[in-house]
């Protein structure tokens, strides 16, 4: 069922579409409408932050769709704490680790030096050196090492300093990992958390600028998300910790130093779903990581010009969250995929692929899909611009998806 | 003494039977006698940066006895999965252990089952070792659902969680840092167990192994990596594969011994002094020098590389079925009878685990998808720590 996409005046029905019109500080991206409904770590419900229920006839499911905070307050007086990305990492690990004494990490630099990009600083001092273990640089061992340590019943956190490295360990991921559980008839279980940055960063270089993800998701038997905020961040490292089977997290080496308030209370998220960052009638953006900012620097373009994007941070790469994606689908008939993985092969090439088999008749054009090019990730600053998704690409994408 | 009535028994008239078994009562030990007996090692150990252990082996008669009909089942089982294998029962990959036994039994006579074992993928006989059953053998390698892995992982995959036995690995020296894990594991916990970790000759030359050699001596772990010397890579000898085969020493700054890996009390005394190093200096490498007389799997001859004189010379000299044979024989603990007996009742015992394994059914289809993930995904949206469910996705 088409609708008009052009000239719709920017006071649509939905009034959570006016709020971006605030743009908020640039430092602090806190775009954030995520997943409210939370679990303590004692099982019992909590809510975390004020519902402000403007439109009660949105019918929300109590697990994944969000509804708009109150963020129109000034932040001085929301509940919680400001913190940075990586100390949100950090927080999350150290509640774990206090939680439970197998929870332990192991990686290169991560005890003295207290890790490359500081989410492990302090840890050593405070848990030991047994605990926040310093490895040599031998990827492929320490990895084999944290997974043979799982098999017992430690819960180790691998550490890559670059997200790249793990290509090193492939073999114990893919093998040991993902399939031990499989082809012990359910024996053994493996609940390590394998995390590390990865993205293309600022003029790195080819090589420490790759995008694991694509790589690593055909691997039956694991799990991958990746987080975009300090929120979802430290919620993400708990649920990954917590789970039973190995969690892949990709974090983005450009996102660490992102600032936002989170929660005082203890919080986890859940692995599987996605987050609705803005909810919108015409378009489905899906997007994840990085690329979730360009998305929502684009949204205040689109919306300027009349467009109601509903952005989704998937953050479950393996499995995909299909039930918030066919919802958003079936609400607005166009799908654009923004990523940072290249275009062959990547997330969005999966995504597009389930998306089509499962929600075919649904959709009123093509998916189209923006990913990075297929190159080598060039150390020339103008010519990194260009291989990764700019927000005025997304933009004419949208436009040309609306017509 | 024995042999002296052997030989007159079989060349004995009716006159001399009743004489030989009125002397069999009056036997010196029995089979089941746990008195202490002291037998030396054929070969002494060569030691590389630490004191040999001595070659004079604390055992007792029901250990020897133990011992023979362990290896006979367990050259049974192999033999008997290499016809089931051309029988098409089995397909796929199949390593056999035959040959190797006294490597697995020897070092069981070591440890407990509290300490931890992992190797590659010649692993039916260290499953035994561990406590697996022949059904759950023949069961897992022809598939069936009441196999060690339920029909899911094969050959190269058993594993026994209950007495630490962690597997059963199909890449060549992928093992040896999950190895190492398991007894970062066990120093973590502060149990005093440890891990052997057991790789070929053709794995000691991985890079991953020095690596972990690393990690295990910087952090004191109490690793032993073993290493089962049969002298083909496949089909490339030790010589044609490494620069320096000698193995044991290839830890440089870990010490090594290497040990007769046919002779199964040589394995004994040197994995108990193994524990009892790595509990209190580190790690240490173990060099079993043994050998296998079927190919590297069953779609190789293992003719092509060596020569049929080298294999049946091994076996004439070396089998360490026949050396525990003659053991018992000369100590007078067991007769031909007897052992013979225990290798019918063994065969039967096979015969019966096969035909009971041929009835179980494969595995459903359903189960396809099951320990794919603990506790089932990719159909519900769960919570965090998986206690609820909150959407099922379409």
Not at chain 1, 224 to 231: G, K, L, Q, R
Not at chain 2, 29 to 36: K, R, V, Y
Not at chain 2, 165 to 187: E, K, N, S, T, Y
Request: hydrophobic share 40%; proline share 5%; charged share 25%.
């Amino acid at each position: 069922m088409a609708t008009l996409f052009q000239g719709l005046p920017s006071s649509t029905a939905f009034s959570s579409s006016n709020k971006f019109n605030h743009v908020p500080a640039p430092t602090s991206f806190s775009e954030r409408k995520s997943s409210i409904v939370t679990v303590r770590s004692d099982a019992r419900w909590s809510p975390v932050l004020n519902y402000a229920t403007h439109k009660p006839q949105r019918l929300i499911t109590n697990a994944v769709a969000t509804k708009a905070d109150s963020s129109l307050a000034s932040t001085s007086s929301k509940p919680g704490h400001e913190l940075l990305l990586f100390e949100a990492l950090r927080e999350g690990l150290e509640e774990e680790m206090e939680r439970d004494p197998c929870v332990c990490v192991m990686g290169e630099d991560v005890g003295h030096y207290g890790g490359s990009y500081k989410v492990t600083k302090g840890l050593a001092t405070k848990f030991g050196d047994l605990r926040v273990l310093d490895t040599p640089i031998a990827e492929n061992s320490f990895t084999g090492m944290g997974i043979g340590a799982a098999m017992t019943g430690l819960r180790p956190i691998i550490e890559g300093m670059n997200m790249g490295f793990l290509l090193l360990a492939f073999n114990q991921i893919s093998n040991n990992c993902g399939m031990l559980h499989y082809t012990s008839g359910g024996q053994f279980k493996i609940p390590v958390v394998i995390r590390g940055p990865g993205g293309v960063g600022r003029q790195l270089g080819a090589e420490h600028s790759q995008r694991l993800e694509s790589y690593f998701q055909s691997i039956p038997g694991i799990q991958m998300v990746a987080c975009s905020t300090p929120y979802n961040a430290k919620g993400l490292m708990k649920a990954a910790i917590r789970s039973e089977n190995p969690v892949i997290l990709f974090e983005h080496v450009l996102l660490y130093n992102l600032k936002d308030r989170i929660p005082d209370e203890e919080y986890v998220l859940s692995l599987e779903e996605a987050e609705m960052v803005r909810p919108g009638e015409h378009v489905t953006i899906l997007t994840y990581s990085r690329m979730r900012y360009h998305v929502m620097q684009a949204a205040k373009t689109l919306v300027n010009k009349g467009y109601d994007p509903e952005v989704i941070d998937i953050r479950s790469l393996k499995p995909f969250d299909l039930h918030t994606i066919g919802k958003s689908v079936k609400k607005t008939h166009r799908v654009l995929i923004v990523e940072e993985c290249m275009r062959t092969g990547g997330i969005g090439a999966s995504l597009t692929a389930a998306i089509t088999e499962n929600f075919n008749d649904d959709l009123d054009a093509p998916i189209v899909c923006l990913s990075s090019q297929d190159v080598p990730t060039p150390y020339a600053g103008t010519l990194e611009e260009w291989t990764v998704v700019q927000p005025a690409q997304i933009v004419t994408a949208v436009e040309q998806l609306c017509q | 003494m024995a042999l002296s009535r052997i030989a007159s028994s079989t060349h004995a008239s009716n006159l001399l039977k009743p004489l030989s078994a009125a002397l069999s009562i009056r036997r010196v030990i029995s089979s089941d006698s746990t008195d202490p007996l002291t037998i030396e090692t054929s070969l002494p150990f060569i030691s590389h940066k630490c004191d040999a252990p001595p070659r004079a082996v604390d055992t007792s008669a029901s250990e020897l006895f133990s011992f023979f009909r362990d290896m006979a089942t367990m050259r049974r089982m192999e033999i008997a999965a290499d016809s089931l294998y051309k029988a098409k029962l089995i397909r796929g990959f199949c390593h056999l252990y035959d040959g190797q036994e006294a490597v697995a039994i020897g070092m069981e006579a070591a440890i407990t089952k509290k300490d931890a074992i992992i190797t590659a993928y010649r692993d039916h006989c260290i499953f035994i070792g561990r406590g697996g059953t022949l059904l759950e053998v023949f069961g897992e390698l022809m598939g069936r659902i009441c196999g060690g892995s339920k029909g899911k992982g094969g050959s190269m995959h058993f594993y026994r969680k209950q007495t630490n036995f962690f597997g059963g690995h199909g890449i060549v020296g992928a093992q040896i840092p999950l190895g190492c894990g398991l007894a970062f594991a066990q120093r973590y916990s502060k149990e005093e167990n440890v891990t052997f970790t057991l790789y070929g000759d053709g794995a000691a030359n991985q890079g991953q192994l020095f690596e972990a050699l690393n990690m295990a001596a910087l952090w004191d772990l109490p690793a032993i990596l073993v290493c089962e010397n049969n002298h083909y890579g496949m089909g490339t000898a030790e010589w044609r594969a490494a620069k320096n085969p000698a193995y044991y020493k290839r830890g440089d700054y870990v010490p090594g011994l290497k040990v007769d890996g046919m002779d199964v009390l040589a394995v004994k005394q040197a994995c108990k002094f193994a524990k009892e190093h790595a509990l209190k200096n580190g790690p240490l490498i173990l060099e079993m020098d043994t050998y296998r007389y079927h190919g590297h799997s069953m779609s190789d001859p293992g003719s092509t590389y060596r020569t049929r004189d080298e294999i049946s010379g091994v076996r004439q000299e070396r089998d360490p079925i026949e050396r525990v044979r003659k053991l018992l024989l000369a100590h007078d603990i067991a007769s031909e009878k007897e052992l013979k007996d225990i290798e019918k009742q063994v065969r039967k015992d096979v015969d019966d685990a096969i035909a009971k394994a041929k009835e179980c059914p494969m595995p459903d289809p359903s189960e396809l998808f099951t320990n794919v993930y603990v506790k089932g995904l990719g159909v519900e949206s769960f919570g965090a720590d998986r206690k609820e469910v909150r959407a099922t996705l379409p």
